[in-house]
T-cell receptor, first 113, second 116 residues
Framework: EPEVTQTPSHQVTQMGQEVILRCVPISNHLYFYWYRQILGQKVEFLVSFYNNEISEKSEIFDDQFSVERPDGSNFTLKIRSTKLEDSAMYFC???????????FGPGTRLTVL | AQSVTQLGSHVSVSEGALVLLRCNYS??????LFWYVQYPNQGLQLLLKYTSAATLVKGINGFEAEFKKSETSFHLTKPSAHMSDAAEYFC??????????????FGIGTKLQVIP
């Protein structure tokens, strides 16, 4: 069964460094999403992406964040200058069409020191 | 705005007992509703979803949920708990929005413990 994959599974970085989290969505899906889950808190929506542009973003998704689909398969989340409070599990998701089920990847645990 | 409330951050049941995880939603328009499960150190797996068809929805691993509009509820049940059901369960809501895109809003999660 096709699944969303994410790399790396765990990323440790120093405060102020840039990180890129990578996702490979399911191949025939058209909508892509990033969510994050700070330890002990809710899973929170960050951004949705369709047709090579951001379609919706939350207030969390500020200028420090960016997303890109650099080729036909990868979907990336970049954090330009990480802060301690960016430490969280980041989940990528994809769906085949608008309003369809979102399938989640296993997550990348980001630790900012 | 859409939201979900999960009652009980921790639920313990005996193996073989009924599992009932509660979820209430808030939405100004008819919602889509989901239950996801997260096993330790793993991602979110869809258990079941409601998208305005049958109000009783059957999912994987013997779970089911009933959409009750009058109660704005979407409680998750399983007749007989198994040790392998121990995990964290998330209720989630998504609202259709013509011309817009649907983010999923999650509840805080309920950790299910199954006691042998």
């Amino acid at each position: 069964e096709p699944e969303v994959t994410q790399t790396p599974s765990h990323q440790v970085t120093q405060m102020g460094q840039e990180v890129i989290l990578r996702c490979v969505p399911i191949s025939n899906h058209l909508y892509f999403y990033w969510y994050r889950q700070i330890l002990g808190q809710k899973v929170e929506f960050l951004v949705s992406f369709y047709n090579n542009e951001i379609s919706e973003k939350s207030e969390i998704f500020d200028d420090q964040f960016s997303v890109e689909r650099p080729d036909g398969s990868n979907f990336t989340l970049k954090i330009r200058s990480t802060k301690l409070e960016d430490s969280a599990m980041y989940f990528c998701a994809s769906s085949p069409s608008l309003g369809d089920t979102q399938y989640f990847g296993p997550g990348t645990r980001l630790t900012v020191l | 705005a859409q939201s979900v409330t999960q009652l009980g951050s921790h639920v313990s049941v005996s193996e073989g007992a009924l599992v009932l995880l509660r979820c209430n939603y808030s939405s100004s328009v008819p919602p889509y509703l989901f239950w996801y499960v997260q096993y330790p150190n793993q991602g979110l797996q869809l258990l079941l979803k409601y998208t305005s068809a049958a109000t009783l929805v059957k999912g994987i691993n013997g779970f089911e949920a009933e959409f009750k509009k009058s109660e704005t509820s979407f409680h998750l049940t399983k007749p007989s708990a198994h040790m392998s059901d121990a995990a964290e369960y998330f209720c989630a809501v998504s609202v259709g929005n013509s011309g817009g895109y649907q983010k999923v809003t999650f509840g805080i999660g309920t950790k299910l413990q199954v006691i042998p």
